[in-house]
């Protein structure tokens, strides 16, 4: 069996457009990400606890739109909009692999931050390098779990009636809609997964930011606040992007379902956080832009050398 995208076919003189667009967010997106990561690992100093997470981040949203974007791009451009029901399958899997995993990495980031606002005496004993691999060790193995088990759950059904998915990739609630037979069980399912996975770790990070604010508020010194709220502007930002539209999507009645809006969103947490993400991290923390700045330096300053020694020869 196939499944047919129906994607943004309502868009038809727009498809060029959303074409690039999309790839261009898409380049920006893997070119920042990849950017972080290796300015991370070739800079020492940033061999901390916050920027292990911010590398694990880095590579789950490398991951989490290449599950969707370039067969999204395909459909686009071309009248290949089918997809088998094991790619299918893959996609949905790989898909909520990565989202669910983002969920909880982005909670152990708010516990780092936390502990080193709250307690940083204990910081280094309690964020040491064991505990932070333990951290994302745990995040990557809660989002296998729930992938496979939904997935799973998913493709159990039978699907014998229509096969074009009002979607641009293998989502569960517009898949279920194809699915025959009673889906209440499923549809059950994917609000215990939201309320489990994804409100439950947005609500760790709430409290976390509640003792951190309390926690600077009572600090004597203004530089003290200001670093200390700097240290987690850029976290809270990505915080907002990514659930705000995950919360939208997967908790409102489903009376109030929009194929269209929710089309929408799922572009936005999909394509547009994950390009914001390294920008926002880049742009809002020193530590990350400093190490840019060198890095960027080391590659121009080879090219002005020999421009100097040919100008002198």
């Not at 809609?177 to 489990?196: F, Q, R």
């Not at 009572?218 to 915080?239: D, N, Q």
């Not at 920008?279 to 080879?302: F, H």
Request: hydrophobic residues 50%.
């Amino acid at each position: 069996m196939r499944f047919i995208f129906v994607g943004f076919s309502w868009l038809v003189e727009l498809q060029a457009l959303l074409f690039a667009m999309v790839l261009s967010m898409y380049a920006v997106s893997l070119t920042g990400n990849i950017l972080i990561t290796a300015v991370i690992k070739a800079n020492p100093s940033l061999h901390t606890p916050m920027y292990f997470f911010l590398t694990n981040l880095s590579l789950l949203e490398i991951c989490y739109t290449t599950s969707i974007v370039p067969k999204m791009l395909v459909s686009l451009v071309s009248e290949n909009r089918r997809i088998s029901l094991w790619g299918c399958a893959t996609q949905m899997y790989f898909f909520t692999l990565f989202g669910i995993t983002e969920c909880c990495l982005l909670a152990a980031m708010a516990y780092d931050r936390y502990v080193a606002i709250c307690n940083p005496l204990r910081y280094a004993l309690v964020m040491r390098k064991g505990a932070c691999a333990q951290l994302a060790i745990a995040s990557w193995m809660v989002g296998m779990l729930v992938g496979l088990s939904q997935t799973s759950y998913v493709f159990s059904l039978t699907y014998c009636g229509p096969n074009r998915i009002n979607h641009f990739f293998c989502d569960i609630p517009p898949l279920l809609k194809l699915a025959c037979g009673d889906t209440s069980m499923n549809v059950l399912a994917v609000y215990l997964v939201a309320l489990l996975f994804i409100t439950s770790p947005f609500t760790l990070i709430l409290a976390s930011y509640l003792f951190i604010i309390t926690s600077v508020l009572r600090m004597p010194s203004a530089e003290g606040r200001r670093k200390a709220f700097s240290t987690c502007s850029s976290h809270l930002i990505v915080v907002l992007l990514f659930y705000g539209s995950g919360i939208v999507t997967y908790l409102r009645p489903k009376s109030s379902y929009s194929m269209e809006s929710d089309k929408l969103l799922a572009l936005f947490y999909t394509v547009v956080t994950s390009m914001l993400n390294p920008i926002v991290y880049s742009l809002r923390n020193k530590e990350v832009k400093e190490a840019l700045r060198r890095a960027l330096g080391r590659m121009t300053c080879p090219q002005q050398r020999g421009e100097v020694s040919q100008g002198n020869k």
